[in-house]
Nanobody, 124 residues
Framework: QVQLVESGGGLVQAGGSLRLSCAAS????????MAWFRRAPGKEREFVATISGSGIATYYADSAKGRFTISRDNAKNMVYLQMNSLKPEDTAVYYCAASAATVRRVGVGEYDYWGQGTQVTVSS
């Protein structure tokens, strides 16, 4: 069982930056692939970025490439999402998720554990 708690959301102007954090419970954190998803108003939850258990392999949605960076600290049971050059269309609730899968996963249904989400609002 993994419990996830996100933090770091807020209101930022377009072009600004935010760093989201996700704290995970459990002693086997490094065994889990971690990811960030988001759900914009009126839209379905979508994949943003994922990172392997070791932290070596990362993968991003096209919308996040070049602007967002996912990272993790297994010693602290933490995963992060650094978001730069934010745009109004990045406004969404951002969710941290964990999967026991070792191979890359980008589907909502492929993640076993979810946090409660943190709101990110980007003003124009």
């Amino acid at each position: 069982q993994v419990q996830l708690v996100e933090s770091g959301g807020g209101l930022v102007q377009a072009g600004g930056s935010l760093r989201l954090s996700c704290a995970a419970s459990g002693r086997t954190f490094s065994r889990y692939r971690m990811a960030w998803f988001r759900r914009a108003p009126g839209k379905e939850r979508e994949f943003v970025a994922t990172i392997s258990g070791s932290g070596i392999a990362t993968y991003y949605a096209d919308s996040a490439k070049g602007r967002f960076t996912i990272s993790r600290d297994n010693a602290k049971n933490m995963v992060y999402l650094q978001m730069n050059s934010l745009k109004p269309e990045d406004t969404a609730v951002y969710y941290c998720a964990a999967s026991a899968a070792t191979v890359r996963r980008v589907g909502v249904g492929e993640y076993d554990y979810w946090g409660q989400g943190t709101q990110v609002t980007v003003s124009s």
